[in-house]
Each structure stands twice: as structure tokens, then as C-alpha cells.
């Protein structure tokens, strides 16, 4: 061999390894960056008291259409391959992703930040990809800001984690979203942890969303889909449509598919137009949910791109859950329940979310790679796209044939391979080792779960009524809930499980007698029964009979269910006596027991901060491993001299921050550290029941912290917790300050005590000094109309200007037949708040009762309204107004203005907020048109119409005030 040559090759593979090297040793980056969005923000947050299964948290209902530029926190991910952007300070939602070599999403990047009223609390925005946890609906905190952190992991690898607790249940829950240093999708983990003592709601979906245009194709593997309620339809064919194609969903109204009877791991869309497209991978057992979600094709769904985007159009969503979909009431009549978390439970999922180049589609992925297959009638054409590097052989087998291929690749490239194939006969398809799987024969994938109801299940036995209440209280209806307990133990005194759920309830609303009397007569039924014990367990410790507490738990502990839940609760037990190694030993059994559960390891750090360090600082690392933001472990670190009170105090990010360190606090009050409880509240923002537990716990500083706390004003002040409340009922026995009451009946009400809220409202009297204390007095109390207009003027003069006083007492006046006033204050109002739809609503409902038409009708053409998802009051008053107009016009024989009105009345202005839907009832319209043009002396049948009209009206005393006027 030549010189030249060898020197040749040698410099080749030089350049090789250099280059090898560096890929392998190449590294993702991340950065937080300002960023500036044209914004319509949203504010007014209510201090009204909203008693419903998100409380405490609050509303917001002040939208606007006037934009400014804001500059929002933007923290951004990037490798070879993919960039990522996730916005901490709105919801910690992945703000949208971008495949790099074609600068095209697979994860909807909206260009503005355009809230709109959608989600539980109001404010929500689209696109991107959101987290959904607690209870059904997009999360309370969806579009606030939320704990986070920038990681570099030691793997090359980036992540930002994002956090927040769930107060209604008292969860916690973060997402690591991570970005590999050399792969092509990104990685969310869930983590989600009931560090609770109760059962909870359970409810988690991962919400991305897609652009819609460009010949949307679906691939959801199934072949059945299910509704909100459990209804039923096939997959993809229904009703002759392929409704996995987008623009054949051009039919009704919003769409949610949850596709199910597949056992798969993927799901996903490709754009035909862009080759393109955007993919989802999760093991089965951890998320067989797969919804689609589209808005309508018609105007009634289209309307929503310009309401929250401005340039970047229409779009889908692809979402993500732990249930086969997300149940609202009436799934309880279906197969499709609802689920609670059970006591101290966690739940890990992790997720990918991929672009997809040059597949033509997919239907198989794995962490390696994208499958996809195209069949004619003699051909198959496979496509492999890496997630990752690949060196594997390709093997595809037919019946009676193999074929073998080396596919060598870097991540997003693409191999394509055709082979002759009979399109009658089934292939199998494997990469490597079983890297990734595919079989074409349908009884390899598909499932035949059913999908309705017994058709004879009897809802009226001790068991169907058991099961009614158990479904009320997954979905936080606790009041409900305990009636029906008590209906199934009135039919049958010895239906043992409805008693634990008794004990259980009344454990919730703070009433322990009542719970032990439940647990009691349980146990004289089956005194093995777990979830009795453990119910008899904790109604014992709140009673001080420690002995029996630790009784319960032990026999609870012998079911698998709840025995790690019950060594936690034997670990706190000891905690108070001080007995720390007797509480190791139940936390170390916890573990055991189940490896997420993070109060054990929270205990175990505990227990060892003074006795074994290298132990504390080991439980502290395990607990960041499954909570990277936890404050416990944070606050540890202080303690231990591992960190200091401002990094802790910074860490904490989120929209309420007193409530982490209230959360915090508890958790030491359970391990019996009245210390460090008083320690991480003294670091908290200044607040009133912040103050309020200081006081209790303190002594040494109790009256000038309970002076900080009745000083402070009570309004937007919303406390839920059972501690507080006790502090509450210890402060109320040398103190009868109106704001102690105010607060401890807050929390009676939300524990379902009505009775006592309403009592300790009444000792109020009209000594508080904020309007909102009156409006949410009158949606706890029942009073006479003259009592509630006393408590509206009482308002009114406390806040001349306040819009919600002004809305409630319009509602009085016209409930009162008092228009002229109603009329007055809502033009007052119309003028101060311009853009506030209730108040615009309102208004014409009162022109309406006073039968000034014309005016509403004009005052109509010319509000906007932003609606809120689902709304249609604005154009129901609409067409309510053009019909009166109307008739009033054929009465007076004007027959062209009638004609001309009931045109109007079939408009969908969309300055009124609702888009026009496929199916809409035009019937009372046209026949007003028909019989008015009879009178012009243009004949036309119209008795077919009537006929049609009386069938089913949509308005009966409206369609018989126009019978009447017409006939």
C-alpha cells in the first residue's frame, strides 16, 4: 500500500473518532430567556366565595381584546434536533416544540398569549402542551406561575421541572421535561404524590395540542371511541365517515374521541400536505387513555382560532390520561368510572412526544423508533425513523418469507425499504432485539373490552346505591356522597363497605365521633376489614386513643392496599411519642411496601436529622429523585447547614407561595416538630392565617401575631385546612373577633357544615368591612328578598363601584319587578366596565323584561362579547330580541321589518361570542318570514311549517306568543 495512502486512511479514522467523540460527549443546553408576547391578559380576580369542588381557589373574570407587549419567563431546551420552550410563569406548560431541520411544530407554538375564559378558574391559553391534575377540567393553575428548576443532568441531558400542589386535595405534583443530548423526542415524568391520609380524586391528562390544516390525519389504534359520559361509537369508521381524518369531522359540534380497545402504546396525526407529523409514545399499563379533541369545523368551533390566536390558526388537541377518558357525571352510568388516589399513594408516568419526518405516518414506536408501513395490492413499503442513533437489523416476515436489512441511522433520519407482498396476507415487522414490534394482524392488538353497562344491574340495591355514592365522592360531591351512604345503610343496616366510607366522611368534615361510631360498628361486622381499620385508625387519633389508632392501622396494614399508607401513619404515631427508631422501623416497612412513597422517606430523613446525618442526606436525595422541587427536602438542607433560607426561599415560585409554607408547616406538625414549623412560617409572605397559626404555635409571641392577623384585611383570604380550623376554634375561645368566625365558618362550609357556617356568618352582622363578605353571605344563607336587599345596599355602600354588587342587585331588582332600577345601575356599569359580558348581559335581560326591544337589539349589534368555552347567552338574547322585534313589528302590520328582524334573529353576530353550529333550529324564524310574506300576498304553505314547529319547540311559551301574534 502506498504512503499516501495509509496516511489517507489514517487521517479518515482520526477525523472519525474525533467526530464520534464529540457526538458523544455533545450536550443538550438550556437557558432562561426573557421573551416578549403580545398578550391580552387576564384579571379581576373574584373575592367572592365560590363553595365548589376547587375551593380555595378563586376565579378571575376580568378578558380583554386590547393586547399589550409583556415580556414573559421562558425557559428554553435545545439539542441537534428538537427546541423546546416551556413557560414557567403560565402554568409550567411546554409553550410549544420545533423539529429544527424544518422549523415545523409538533407541538403547537402560539405566537400570543391570549387568555381566554375557559378553564375551571377562567384564564387558560392553547397550544402547547399543558398538565392536568386534581379534578376534571384544565388545572387550577394552568395559567399562573408554578415552581420550577433548571437542571444539566450528568447524561448530557437538560431538564426544566415544573411543580405545583393541587390545594383542593392537598397533592403535590411536578413534571420533569426533559430533553435527551442526543435523541429526537422529548421527555415528560410525571410524578404525583397524595401525601395525604385520604382518598382523593384522582385525575391526570398530559393536553397537547397541533395545528388542524393541512390534511390532518389521525393514528389512534382502536376501534371503538367513548365520550365524556361513557356514549359509544367505532373507530375510525362511524356512521360512514372516516372520522380519523380531520376534514371529515365537518358534522355537530366539538368533538372528543377517547379511542379505545387497543392494546398500544402510540398515538398521533401527520399532516399528508407537509409530510409531517406529531407522535405520542407511553407504556400502555401507565396511560391507555388517548383523546382527541377537536373544536367543530363549523363556525361554532372556527370561531375559537381568532379568539385565541391571532396568526397562527386553528388547532387540535392529542391528549394523554391515566383512564380510558375523562369522566363526568354521567359515566357513573357506564363502564367508565371514576378513580380516586388511595391515602399516601404516588403515581409515576413517563411520556414521549416526537416529531415525525418523512414516515408518510406511523403505526408502531418504541424509545428507538417510528414505524410506519404502506400496503398495495402487491408491495409493502416500510419507513423506520430513529428517536436515537441506530445500528439494527431491520427483519420483516411474511408468511412464508423473511427479509433482513441493516439500517444504520442518526436520529429523525429515515429508512425506506419496498418488498412484493400480497396484500391478503399478514406480516410481522421487528428492529433489533424487539427494539420495536409491529404485527398487522388485528388480533395481536385489538381488545374487546365492553363498553356498556350491565343491562340489568340494579342501582336501587344496597350495592347500586353504595356505588352512586362512592362515584359522587371521586368527584369531590361530598355532600351528596354521605346521603347516599346513609340511603345504602338504611336498605341494608349490614352493607359493611358504605360503613367505612361513612367513618371516612365524617372524617373529612372534621366530625370524629360521628367517624369512630361508623368504624366502630363496622368492625363489629368484620373486625379484619382494612379499609375499617384504617378509617378507625385515623377517627382514633383525632380522639386522643392513641392505642386504638395504632391498633387499626397494624390490622389495616395486613391488606396490600393500604399497608403502606398504614406503616406511614404508624411512622407519625411514633414521631409524637418521640420514639424515633420505633418510627424508622414503620417508615423503612413503608418503602418496602411501596418505593414512591415519599412520606416515608420524608420521615426517614426526619427521624435520622439528629442522629444519622449520612442517613437524613441519603432519604433527602431519594425524596429529590421522585420531587427535584420538594420543600421538605429543601428546608432539610437548611436545617442540616446544606443550604440557606434564601435559595430555599427562592425555589418558591408558584401563584401562592403562603400556601407552601402552610403546606410545609403542617407536614413538621404531623412529625411533631412545633420548631421548625414555627421556623419555615416565619419565612413565609405576610398573610393573615399564616399569622393566624403562628399565634397558635408561638406562645411566646402569640397576641402580636394574632393582632398582625385581625389586622389584616380579610378579603381574597380563603382558608381550607382541618389545622386551621383547629387554630380557629382556639383563638375563638378568648377571642370573638368578626374575621375568626368569618374564617373558621369559611372552612365549616367547605367541610360541608352549612349549618355551622351559617351560624358563625350570622355573629358576623355587619361588622365586615368588604363588599364581597355580603355576596358570599347570601350564597351560604337563605334569606327573604328584603333581608338580601339589605345586604346588597350594605355592600353597595361598602364599594359604590363594584360590578359584582352591582350584578347581584340588578338580579334583586328584577326579581322584584323593579326594571327602571335594574335598567339605571346596569347602564352605570356598562359605562365602567365596557368589556364585562356579565354586566352587558344583565343589562339587556333587564331592557327585555321591560320590553325595550329596540334597544336591546341595538345595544346588542354593538357589545362584544368574550365567551367563556360553551357559552351561547349572547346569542339566545340575541335571537330572543330579534323575535320580539319582530312579532312586535307583524302586530303592527310593518311586515317587511318583521320579515327583516326574523332574518336577523337566524344571525350568529360574532360579536356576541358563538360561532354558528351544522345544526341549528331555524323553524319559528321561517315561519314568522312565511307568514309575513302571506300578508305581502307572497303565498306559500306555511301549515307544513307550523305543523313542524309544534312538534318539538325549542321555546314553548315563546313559539305559543308567536302562534298567537301570527295566527
Given at each position: 500500500?502506498?504512503?499516501?495512502?495509509?496516511?489517507?486512511?489514517?487521517?479518515?479514522?482520526?477525523?472519525?473518532?474525533?467526530?464520534?467523540?464529540?457526538?458523544?460527549?455533545?450536550?443538550?443546553?438550556?437557558?432562561?430567556?426573557?421573551?416578549?408576547?403580545?398578550?391580552?391578559?387576564?384579571?379581576?380576580?373574584?373575592?367572592?366565595?365560590?363553595?365548589?369542588?376547587?375551593?380555595?381557589?378563586?376565579?378571575?373574570?376580568?378578558?380583554?381584546?386590547?393586547?399589550?407587549?409583556?415580556?414573559?419567563?421562558?425557559?428554553?431546551?435545545?439539542?441537534?434536533?428538537?427546541?423546546?420552550?416551556?413557560?414557567?410563569?403560565?402554568?409550567g406548560k411546554v409553550w410549544g416544540a420545533i423539529e429544527k431541520s424544518?422549523?415545523?411544530?409538533?407541538?403547537?407554538?402560539?405566537?400570543?398569549?391570549?387568555?381566554?375564559?375557559?378553564?375551571?378558574?377562567?384564564?387558560?391559553?392553547?397550544?402547547?402542551?399543558?398538565?392536568?391534575?386534581?379534578?376534571?377540567?384544565?388545572?387550577?393553575?394552568?395559567?399562573?406561575?408554578?415552581?420550577?428548576?433548571?437542571?444539566?443532568?450528568?447524561?448530557?441531558?437538560?431538564?426544566?421541572?415544573?411543580?405545583?400542589?393541587?390545594?383542593?386535595?392537598?397533592?403535590?405534583?411536578?413534571?420533569?421535561?426533559?430533553?435527551?443530548?442526543?435523541?429526537?423526542?422529548?421527555?415528560?415524568?410525571?410524578?404525583?404524590?397524595?401525601?395525604?391520609?385520604?382518598?382523593?380524586?384522582?385525575?391526570?391528562?398530559?393536553?397537547?395540542?397541533?395545528?388542524?390544516?393541512?390534511?390532518?390525519?389521525?393514528?389512534y389504534p382502536g376501534k371503538n371511541f367513548i365520550g365524556h359520559n361513557?356514549?359509544?361509537?367505532?373507530?375510525?369508521?362511524?356512521?360512514?365517515?372516516?372520522?380519523?381524518?380531520?376534514?371529515?369531522?365537518?358534522?355537530?359540534?366539538?368533538?372528543?374521541?377517547?379511542?379505545?380497545?387497543?392494546?398500544?402504546?402510540?398515538?398521533?396525526?401527520?399532516?399528508?400536505?407537509?409530510?409531517?407529523?406529531?407522535?405520542?409514545?407511553?407504556?400502555?399499563?401507565?396511560?391507555?387513555?388517548?383523546?382527541?379533541?377537536?373544536?367543530?369545523?363549523?363556525?361554532?368551533?372556527?370561531?375559537?382560532?381568532?379568539?385565541?390566536?391571532?396568526?397562527?390558526?386553528?388547532?387540535?388537541?392529542?391528549?394523554?390520561?391515566?383512564?380510558?377518558?375523562?369522566?363526568?357525571?354521567?359515566?357513573?352510568?357506564?363502564?367508565?368510572?371514576?378513580?380516586?388516589?388511595?391515602?399516601?399513594?404516588?403515581?409515576?408516568?413517563?411520556?414521549?412526544?416526537?416529531?415525525?419526518?418523512?414516515?408518510?405516518?406511523?403505526?408502531?414506536?418504541?424509545?428507538?423508533?417510528?414505524?410506519?408501513?404502506?400496503?398495495?395490492?402487491?408491495?409493502?413499503?416500510?419507513?423506520?425513523?430513529?428517536?436515537?442513533?441506530?445500528?439494527?437489523?431491520?427483519?420483516?416476515?411474511?408468511?412464508?418469507?423473511?427479509?433482513?436489512?441493516?439500517?444504520?441511522?442518526?436520529?429523525?433520519?429515515?429508512?425506506?425499504?419496498?418488498?412484493?407482498?400480497?396484500?391478503?396476507?399478514?406480516?410481522?415487522?421487528?428492529?433489533?432485539?424487539?427494539?420495536?414490534?409491529?404485527?398487522?394482524?388485528?388480533?395481536?392488538?385489538?381488545?374487546?373490552?365492553?363498553?356498556?353497562?350491565?343491562?340489568?344491574?340494579?342501582?336501587?340495591?344496597?350495592?347500586?346505591?353504595?356505588?352512586?355514592?362512592?362515584?359522587?365522592?371521586?368527584?369531590?360531591?361530598?355532600?351528596?356522597?354521605?346521603?347516599?351512604?346513609?340511603?345504602?345503610?338504611?336498605?341494608?343496616?349490614?352493607?359493611?363497605?358504605?360503613?367505612?366510607?361513612?367513618?371516612?366522611?365524617?372524617?373529612?368534615?372534621?366530625?370524629?365521633?360521628?367517624?369512630?361510631?361508623?368504624?366502630?360498628?363496622?368492625?363489629?361486622?368484620?373486625?379484619?376489614?382494612?379499609?375499617?381499620?384504617?378509617?378507625?385508625?385515623?377517627?382514633?387519633?383525632?380522639?386522643?386513643?392513641?392505642?386504638?389508632?395504632?391498633?387499626?392501622?397494624?390490622?389495616?396494614?395486613?391488606?396490600?392496599?393500604?399497608?403502606?399508607?398504614?406503616?406511614?401513619?404508624l411512622a407519625k404515631l411514633f414521631l409524637k411519642e418521640n420514639n424515633?427508631?420505633?418510627?424508622?422501623?414503620?417508615?423503612?416497612?413503608?418503602?418496602?411496601?411501596?418505593?414512591?412513597?415519599?412520606?416515608?422517606?420524608?420521615?426517614?430523613?426526619?427521624?435520622?436529622?439528629?442522629?444519622?446525618?449520612?442517613?437524613?442526606?441519603?432519604?433527602?436525595?431519594?425524596?429529590?429523585?421522585?420531587?427535584?422541587?420538594?420543600?421538605?427536602?429543601?428546608?432539610?438542607?437548611?436545617?442540616?447547614?446544606?443550604?440557606?433560607?434564601?435559595?430555599?426561599?427562592?425555589?418558591?415560585?408558584?401563584?401562592?407561595?403562603?400556601?407552601?409554607?402552610?403546606?410545609?408547616?403542617?407536614?413538621?406538625?404531623?412529625?411533631?416538630?412545633?420548631?421548625?414549623?414555627?421556623?419555615?412560617?416565619?419565612?413565609?409572605?405576610?398573610?393573615?392565617?399564616?399569622?393566624?397559626?403562628?399565634?397558635?404555635?408561638?406562645?411566646?409571641?402569640?397576641?402580636?401575631?394574632?393582632?398582625?392577623?385581625?389586622?389584616?384585611?380579610?378579603?381574597?383570604?380563603?382558608?381550607?385546612?382541618?389545622?386551621?380550623?383547629?387554630?380557629?376554634?382556639?383563638?375563638?375561645?378568648?377571642?370573638?373577633?368578626?374575621?375568626?368566625?368569618?374564617?373558621?365558618?369559611?372552612?365549616?362550609?367547605?367541610?360541608?357544615?352549612?349549618?355551622?357556617?351559617?351560624?358563625?356568618?350570622?355573629?358576623?352582622?355587619?361588622?365586615?368591612?368588604?363588599?364581597?363578605?355580603?355576596?358570599?353571605?347570601?350564597?351560604?344563607?337563605?334569606?327573604?328578598?328584603?333581608?338580601?336587599?339589605?345586604?346588597?345596599?350594605?355592600?353597595?355602600?361598602?364599594?359604590?363601584?363594584?360590578?359584582?354588587?352591582?350584578?347581584?342587585?340588578?338580579?334583586?331588582?328584577?326579581?322584584?319587578?323593579?326594571?327602571?332600577?335594574?335598567?339605571?345601575?346596569?347602564?352605570?356599569?356598562?359605562?365602567?366596565?365596557?368589556?364585562?359580558?356579565?354586566?352587558?348581559?344583565?343589562?339587556?335581560?333587564?331592557?327585555?323584561?321591560?320590553?325595550?326591544?329596540?334597544?336591546?337589539?341595538?345595544?346588542?349589534?354593538?357589545?362584544?362579547?368574550?365567551?367563556?368555552?360553551?357559552?351561547?347567552?349572547?346569542?339566545?338574547?340575541?335571537?330572543?330580541?330579534?323575535?320580539?322585534?319582530?312579532?312586535?313589528?307583524?302586530?303592527?302590520?310593518?311586515?317587511?321589518?318583521?320579515?327583516?328582524?326574523?332574518?336577523?334573529?337566524?344571525?350568529?353576530?360574532?360579536?356576541?361570542?358563538?360561532?354558528?353550529?351544522?345544526?341549528?333550529?331555524?323553524?319559528?324564524?321561517?315561519?314568522?318570514?312565511?307568514?309575513?310574506?302571506?300578508?305581502?300576498?307572497?303565498?306559500?304553505?306555511?301549515?307544513?311549517?307550523?305543523?313542524?314547529?309544534?312538534?318539538?319547540?325549542?321555546?314553548?311559551?315563546?313559539?305559543?306568543?308567536?302562534?298567537?301574534?301570527?295566527?
Open positions: 500500500m502506498k504512503l499516501k495512502t495509509v496516511i489517507q486512511i489514517l487521517c479518515f479514522c482520526n477525523l472519525l473518532f474525533l467526530s464520534c467523540t464529540k457526538a458523544n460527549t455533545s450536550k443538550a443546553s438550556i437557558q432562561e430567556v426573557p421573551m416578549t408576547f403580545k398578550t391580552y391578559p387576564f384579571s379581576d380576580p373574584s373575592p367572592v366565595v365560590d363553595m365548589n369542588n376547587i375551593y380555595p381557589y378563586f376565579k378571575f373574570d376580568g378578558y380583554t381584546d386590547n393586547a399589550i407587549e409583556q415580556s414573559w419567563k421562558m425557559v428554553v431546551l435545545e439539542n441537534d434536533y428538537i427546541k423546546v420552550f416551556v413557560s414557567p410563569e403560565i402554568g424544518t422549523g415545523k411544530e409538533f407541538l403547537y407554538y402560539n405566537d400570543v398569549v391570549k387568555f381566554r375564559n375557559i378553564a375551571m378558574r377562567g384564564p387558560w391559553t392553547s397550544g402547547g402542551l399543558e398538565f392536568n391534575f386534581g379534578d376534571i377540567g384544565h388545572a387550577p393553575s394552568c395559567s399562573t406561575p408554578v415552581d420550577y428548576k433548571l437542571v444539566e443532568n450528568d447524561d448530557g441531558s437538560v431538564s426544566c421541572i415544573v411543580g405545583a400542589y393541587d390545594l383542593p386535595s392537598r397533592t403535590r405534583w411536578n413534571i420533569d421535561i426533559k430533553l435527551p443530548k442526543d435523541k429526537g423526542y422529548l421527555e415528560t415524568k410525571v410524578s404525583w404524590f397524595n401525601t395525604t391520609n385520604q382518598f382523593t380524586t384522582y385525575y391526570q391528562w398530559m393536553n397537547a395540542a397541533a395545528k388542524a390544516s393541512g390534511n390532518l390525519e389521525f393514528t361513557g356514549e359509544t361509537g367505532n373507530w375510525p369508521i362511524n356512521d360512514n365517515r372516516d372520522i380519523s381524518k380531520y376534514e371529515n369531522n365537518n358534522f355537530g359540534g366539538y368533538k372528543s374521541y377517547h379511542v379505545l380497545n387497543a392494546y398500544s402504546d402510540i398515538f398521533g396525526g401527520y399532516w399528508k400536505d407537509d409530510d409531517f407529523g406529531f407522535g405520542h409514545y407511553v407504556n400502555y399499563d401507565e396511560k391507555p387513555g388517548k383523546k382527541l379533541w377537536i373544536w367543530g369545523l363549523s363556525d361554532q368551533g372556527m370561531i375559537w382560532e381568532d379568539l385565541l390566536t391571532d396568526t397562527k390558526g386553528q388547532y387540535i388537541e392529542y391528549q394523554a390520561g391515566k383512564l380510558f377518558n375523562q369522566a363526568s357525571p354521567g359515566s357513573t352510568l357506564s363502564p367508565f368510572k371514576h378513580k380516586e388516589f388511595e391515602p399516601h399513594a404516588s403515581d409515576v408516568m413517563t411520556e414521549l412526544w416526537f416529531p415525525l419526518k418523512d414516515t408518510k405516518g406511523m403505526v408502531s414506536a418504541s424509545k428507538q423508533a417510528v414505524l410506519n408501513v404502506e400496503t398495495s395490492k402487491d408491495s409493502l413499503t416500510v419507513y423506520v425513523s430513529a428517536l436515537e442513533t441506530l445500528s439494527e437489523t431491520l427483519h420483516i416476515e411474511q408468511e412464508g418469507n423473511a427479509h433482513q436489512f441493516e439500517v444504520k441511522l442518526n436520529p429523525l433520519d429515515v429508512f425506506k425499504t419496498t418488498i412484493a407482498h400480497n396484500q391478503t396476507k399478514e406480516f410481522n415487522i421487528r428492529l433489533g432485539e424487539k427494539l420495536l414490534t409491529y404485527s398487522s394482524h388485528p388480533k395481536d392488538v385489538l381488545v374487546n373490552r365492553p363498553l356498556n353497562h350491565k343491562a340489568d344491574f340494579n342501582w336501587d340495591s344496597a350495592y347500586g346505591i353504595y356505588t352512586k355514592a362512592l362515584e359522587l365522592e371521586k368527584q369531590r360531591q361530598y355532600d351528596e356522597a354521605l346521603n347516599e351512604y346513609h340511603n345504602c345503610i338504611e336498605k341494608d343496616p349490614g352493607f359493611l363497605p358504605a360503613y367505612s366510607r361513612l367513618s371516612l366522611a365524617y372524617y373529612r368534615k372534621m366530625d370524629y365521633q360521628s367517624a369512630l361510631k361508623y368504624s366502630e360498628e363496622a368492625l363489629s361486622i368484620d373486625t379484619y376489614h382494612p379499609e375499617v381499620n384504617y378509617a378507625y385508625g385515623l377517627a382514633n387519633v383525632k380522639l386522643g386513643h392513641i392505642a386504638d389508632a395504632k391498633s387499626g392501622f397494624s390490622l389495616a396494614s395486613q391488606s396490600p392496599s393500604l399497608r403502606s399508607s398504614s406503616f406511614v401513619e424515633h427508631q420505633k418510627a424508622l422501623h414503620y417508615a423503612h416497612k413503608a418503602m418496602d411496601s411501596d418505593s414512591n412513597n415519599i412520606l416515608a422517606y420524608m420521615i426517614q430523613a426526619f427521624a435520622n436529622r439528629d442522629y444519622n446525618k449520612t442517613e437524613a442526606k441519603n432519604a433527602i436525595q431519594t425524596i429529590y429523585k421522585l420531587d427535584p422541587l420538594s420543600d421538605f427536602a429543601r428546608f432539610e438542607e437548611v436545617l442540616l447547614g446544606e443550604n440557606n433560607l434564601e435559595t430555599f426561599n427562592s425555589g418558591i415560585t408558584n401563584e401562592l407561595p403562603f400556601e407552601s409554607y402552610l403546606e410545609l408547616a403542617a407536614t413538621y406538625l404531623q412529625f411533631n416538630d412545633i420548631a421548625s414549623a414555627i421556623s419555615v412560617l416565619k419565612e413565609s409572605p405576610k398573610h393573615p392565617i399564616v399569622n393566624l397559626w403562628l399565634a397558635n404555635l408561638d406562645k411566646d409571641n402569640q397576641n402580636n401575631y394574632l393582632e398582625s392577623a385581625l389586622q389584616a384585611s380579610a378579603e381574597m383570604i380563603f382558608p381550607h385546612r382541618a389545622e386551621t380550623a383547629e387554630f380557629l376554634q382556639n383563638s375563638l375561645k378568648t377571642n370573638q373577633h368578626w374575621k375568626l368566625k368569618y374564617y373558621l365558618g369559611l372552612i365549616y362550609w367547605h367541610k360541608g357544615l352549612k349549618e355551622k357556617a351559617s351560624e358563625l356568618f350570622e355573629q358576623c352582622q355587619s361588622e365586615p368591612d368588604f363588599s364581597a363578605f355580603y355576596l358570599t353571605k347570601l350564597k351560604l344563607v337563605e334569606m327573604i328578598p328584603s333581608e338580601e336587599r339589605n345586604h346588597l345596599e350594605r355592600a353597595m355602600a361598602l364599594d359604590p363601584n363594584d360590578w359584582r354588587t352591582a350584578l347581584a342587585l340588578n338580579n334583586n331588582y328584577l326579581n322584584n319587578n323593579e326594571t327602571s332600577k335594574a335598567i339605571t345601575i346596569g347602564e352605570k356599569f356598562i359605562q365602567l366596565f365596557p368589556e364585562n359580558s356579565q354586566i352587558g348581559m344583565n343589562y339587556t335581560s333587564a331592557l327585555l323584561k321591560d320590553k325595550q326591544y329596540l334597544k336591546a337589539f341595538t345595544f346588542l349589534e354593538n357589545f362584544n362579547i368574550l365567551p367563556f368555552e360553551g357559552s351561547t347567552e349572547g346569542k339566545k338574547i340575541y335571537t330572543l330580541v330579534c323575535i320580539k322585534l319582530a312579532l312586535k313589528s307583524y302586530s303592527q302590520k310593518q311586515y317587511e321589518d318583521a320579515i327583516m328582524y326574523a332574518e336577523k334573529a337566524k344571525l350568529w353576530p360574532r360579536n356576541l361570542g358563538v360561532g354558528k353550529p351544522y345544526d341549528v333550529d331555524e323553524r319559528l324564524e321561517n315561519y314568522i318570514i312565511v307568514k309575513a310574506n302571506d300578508k305581502l300576498g307572497k303565498n306559500s304553505d306555511s301549515q307544513k311549517l307550523k305543523d313542524d314547529l309544534m312538534k318539538t319547540p325549542s321555546d314553548i311559551e315563546l313559539t305559543r306568543e308567536a302562534l298567537k301574534t301570527l295566527n
